[in-house]
């Protein structure tokens, strides 16, 4: 049986207390999917002495499945614009030291900070020079992407898809698409090779 863990129960109560939604409603900002936070955890286990960081934080249920999951010696830095959320989630992760939460503009805080072992890039500005705040060997993760075979046929995404063409496109990352167990969703992940 797949086991949620408390701080992501932790998570949900914040996201109904400060009114974010647990799945995508189509206009505001919601957390990531249950089966998206799984994978974060899973890439999150690996980062033995390593550095996450997160940008928009939410009320940090994404961060929640990572600091479960990232090792003892790991830490977790994730930036957060909206005042309440950043509040939220802090009192989410307050008991765990190897997480910072930030409230600001997560590009320049998050370059401060760099580099970084994963990075979950989910608030604000997604430049080329993103893929530099990764280590080599890091790995670059974006949700909220709908599989292509469920676009409809006129949806312009069929032709060009910003968020696929920065994955694909960009010769210092191989890339691939993964759909997500509901088959409604897809994540993109790239791991830095250069
Ligand atoms: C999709 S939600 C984040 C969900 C969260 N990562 C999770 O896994 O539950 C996007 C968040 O990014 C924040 N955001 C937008 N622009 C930002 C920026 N420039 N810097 C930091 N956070 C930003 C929004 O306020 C919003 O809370």
Redesign the pocket.
């Known amino acids: 049986m797949e086991v949620v863990p408390p701080l992501v129960l932790r998570a949900e109560q914040a996201a109904a207390e400060v009114g974010m939604p647990l799945r995508r409603t189509g206009s505001g900002?919601?957390?990531?999917l249950p089966d998206a936070?799984r994978f974060l955890a899973m890439l999150a286990a690996g980062c033995t002495g390593g550095t996450i960081g997160?940008?928009?934080?939410?009320?940090g249920?994404?961060a929640a499945w990572i600091a479960s999951a990232m090792p003892a010696d790991c830490r977790l830095i994730t930036?957060?614009?909206?005042e309440n959320?950043a509040a939220a989630a802090r009192w989410v992760l307050a008991d765990d030291p190897r997480v910072e939460v930030i409230h600001g503009?997560?590009?320049p805080e998050l370059t401060r900070r760099a580099p970084y072992d994963l990075l979950?890039a989910?608030?604000?500005?997604q430049p080329p020079e993103i893929v530099e705040l990764l280590r080599v060997g890091g790995r670059l993760v974006n949700d909220d992407v709908t599989p292509a075979d469920l676009l409809p046929v006129d949806s312009p995404y069929r032709l060009h898809d910003p968020k696929r063409t920065f994955f694909f496109a960009d010769p210092r990352l191989i890339a691939t698409e993964v759909v997500l167990p509901d088959r409604h969703n897809s994540l993109l992940v790239g791991t830095r090779t250069a």
């Open positions: 900002p919601s957390c990531c936070g997160e940008s928009g934080t939410g009320v249920y994404g930036v957060e614009s909206d959320r503009d997560a590009l979950f989910d608030g604000g500005q």
